[in-house]
């Protein structure tokens, strides 16, 4: 069955430092989802990822899938208090699949003011 | 705006209580998904329905059962909680389409005693 590994497992960044958090499959994606939980909190949707090489962003966020589509990374730019919480990957477990995902462990991001 | 709801957000139970966690959402969306989350585990599917009175098992779903009698709620049941199911518990919802993003609630935090 596919798994999602995602490294760093957790990061502490000084206040506007890059960073980056990666999403790696152990079967070709079929589409990559990102999201954001603050502690105790439901899962916020960043954003979706489909097709190999594309790039998204929002705000200070860039997601991209690589070519392979096999691996996704999450940079954030100029890191900010409010970026704090838990990053996790999720991704439809075949093609095709309607509806179920598949979630990697999280990666808990704190950033120092 | 999509909205999952869940009934409480924490909640303490004893050791062979049956429990009952209610998801409501107001999107008309086909797919409700139960999930727990635990450290170093990510998410773990429970149950997923996608219609009324449809469900099918996930990953996780032994001492738990669902019922989906109206499109809008999802229950969860525990028959006889025991205290390894305290955990965090999260419903979310979509539409059925391929590549649909799933919803979140805020989650529901059961400590079982």
């Known amino acids: 069955s596919q798994e999602l590994e995602q490294s760093p497992q957790s990061l502490i960044v000084q206040e506007g430092k890059n960073l980056t958090i990666n999403c790696t499959s152990s079967?070709?994606?079929?589409?990559l989802y990102w999201y954001k939980q603050k502690y105790g909190e439901g899962l916020i949707f960043l954003m979706m990822l489909q097709k190999g090489g594309e790039e998204k962003s929002h705000e200070k966020i860039t997601a991209k899938l690589d070519e392979k589509k096999q691996q996704s990374s999450l940079h954030i730019t100029a890191s900010q208090p409010s970026h704090a919480g838990i990053y996790l990957c999720?991704?439809?477990?075949?093609?095709?699949?309607?509806?179920?995902?598949?979630f990697g462990q999280g990666t808990t991001l704190q950033v120092k003011p | 705006d999509v909205k999952v709801t869940q009934s409480s957000r924490y909640l303490v139970k004893r050791t062979g209580e049956k429990v009952f966690l209610e998801c409501v959402q107001d999107?008309?969306?086909?797919?409700m998904f139960w999930y727990r989350q635990d450290p170093g585990l990510g998410l773990r599917l429970i149950y997923f329905?996608?219609?009324?009175?449809?469900?099918e098992k996930g990953d996780i779903p032994e001492g738990y059962s669902v019922s989906r009698e109206k499109k809008e709620r999802f229950s969860l049941i525990l028959e006889s909680a025991s205290t390894n199911q305290t955990s965090m518990y999260l419903c979310?919802?979509?539409?059925?389409?391929?590549?649909?993003?799933?919803?979140f609630g805020p989650g529901t935090r059961l400590l079982v005693l």
């Open positions: 979310a919802s979509s539409r059925r389409q391929y590549q649909e993003t799933q919803y």
């Open positions: 329905s996608y219609d009324v009175k449809m469900k």
């Open positions: 999107m008309d969306h086909e797919n």
């Open positions: 079967k070709t994606l079929y589409g």
């Open positions: 999720g991704a439809p477990p075949s093609p095709g699949n309607t509806g179920k995902l598949i």
